[in-house]
């Protein structure tokens, strides 16, 4: 089992930037995917970005890229997203999820990632 706790989630104004973290625990993630998702109201989850532990290789979705940097620190054992140049269109809470199998290229749904966060309410004023 891997458990998943994230943090830094808050209120920002539109242009600001936050940083959330994902600390794992339970069983080593260094061979792992990880994922970061988040959720609006009344929508459906979406995958937002993704990072190969082992590599670091990264992937982003249009909507984020070259706003948000996903990163990982391993002596930490914890995700990382830098979300810069806030818009009010990325208010949501935003999970971590880990992927077990790891597959090439970095998974974008969210039946492929096994262990999942309890959420971070990030909210963006315009």
């Known amino acids: 089992q891997v458990q998943l706790v994230e943090s830094g989630g808050g209120l920002v104004q539109a242009g600001g930037s936050l940083r959330l973290s994902c600390a794992a625990s339970?069983?080593?993630?260094?061979?792992?995917?990880m994922g970061w998702f988040r959720q609006a109201p009344g929508k459906e989850r979406e995958f937002v970005a993704g990072i190969r532990w082992s590599s670091g290789r990264t992937y982003y979705a249009d909507s984020v890229k070259g706003r948000f940097t996903i990163s990982r620190d391993n002596a930490k054992n914890t995700v990382i997203l830098q979300m810069n140049s806030l818009e009010p269109e990325d208010t949501a809470v935003y999970y971590c999820?880990?992927?077990?199998?790891?597959?090439?290229?970095?998974?974008?749904?969210?039946?492929?990632?096994?262990?999942w966060g309890q959420g971070t309410q990030v909210t963006v004023s315009s």
């Open positions: 999820a880990a992927d077990r199998m790891a597959g090439y290229p970095i998974a974008t749904t969210k039946s492929d990632y096994e262990y």
């Open positions: 339970g069983r080593t993630v260094s061979s792992y995917s």
